[in-house]
């Protein structure tokens, strides 16, 4: 057998298992083991008995198969492979937090605009993609991000040290631990109601974090939470930032609204869904 027909076998099992993106996982399963550019691959795929970065091809082949059987079962890649890339930037991620996804990327662009110099805090950080891209990509004066999961952190603050950030991380179960005021507050909680993570994909519901996924009956439970509190963490003309799901802008506008926010605004994400709520606390 060659590394083509390695691969070929692969991208078979997933595109039985239903894997949309069959081809592509499994072309990122061989180059996760063999470490191999799309270059190299093609100069060696119809080599018999290679062996590659010091692995034997027996052990590849033995590798890259346990890796496919994952895959077909709906791990997510990303969790295979323990990497994923936010805003161009790479973070590693396990079952311990929620895979960040590129929709969230819209809040990112959101903040930049205003984060100069500003104290930002990250609420309910996870892997800490966004307090990571904000601390990287733009200019704030300072960046604190947490969370109630402890294991969440471990990986949020490896992940500050991947990307060279510096970044207060504190334990917390919402505001509990959480002194002083900031300028700007951005959260991405859990929003999804209780009744909807069953039929979520299996890749979802069965492998991401329920902690960091679950919003309650409404899927609001958390924005009434963390918005009943703002007014005694950011400062005057502060911004909250919320990432939510796309049927609740109007629900979490309201939240806003009713706690004295002005200038609510909704963003639509790329695939124009309502996906970011911002508002001012005068």
Request: charged fraction near 30%.
């Amino acid at each position: 057998m060659t590394l083509h027909e390695l691969v070929k076998n692969g991208e078979n099992i997933l595109q039985k298992s239903g894997d949309d993106d069959y081809k592509i996982d499994a072309w990122l399963l061989i180059e996760h083991i063999t470490g191999l550019s799309h270059a190299d691959f093609f100069l060696c795929r119809d080599d018999d008995n290679i062996s590659v970065n010091g692995l034997s091809f027996s052990e590849i082949e033995e590798k890259y198969n346990e890796l496919v059987n994952r895959r077909a079962s709906h791990v997510p890649l990303a969790y295979i492979v323990n990497e994923v890339y936010f805003c161009g930037l790479p973070f590693y991620v396990d079952e311990n937090v929620l895979i960040p996804e590129q929709d969230t990327e819209t809040m990112i662009e959101e903040v930049l605009k205003e984060a100069s110099g500003k104290s930002i805090l990250d609420l309910c950080t996870g892997s800490g993609c966004i307090a990571i891209a904000l601390a990287k990509l733009g200019k704030p004066a300072s960046v604190t991000a947490s969370d109630i999961s402890g294991k969440a952190l471990s990986i949020a603050k490896r992940n500050a040290e991947k990307n060279d950030v510096k970044i207060n991380f504190i334990l917390s179960d919402l505001f509990d631990n959480i002194d002083g005021k900031f300028d700007i507050i951005v959260s991405n909680p859990p929003y999804i109601k209780s009744s909807v993570i069953s039929t979520l994909a299996p890749e979802v519901k069965d492998h991401e974090p329920l902690l960091a996924l679950d919003g309650s009956d409404d899927g609001l439970y958390f924005y009434r939470k963390i918005s009943e509190k703002l007014s005694d963490h950011l400062r005057r003309n502060g911004r909250i930032f919320y990432e939510i799901g796309y049927d609740e802008a109007d629900a979490v506008s309201q939240i806003l609204a009713h706690e004295g926010f002005d200038d609510i605004k909704v963003i639509k994400d790329l695939g124009e869904n309502d996906r970011v709520v911002c508002g001012t606390f005068l």
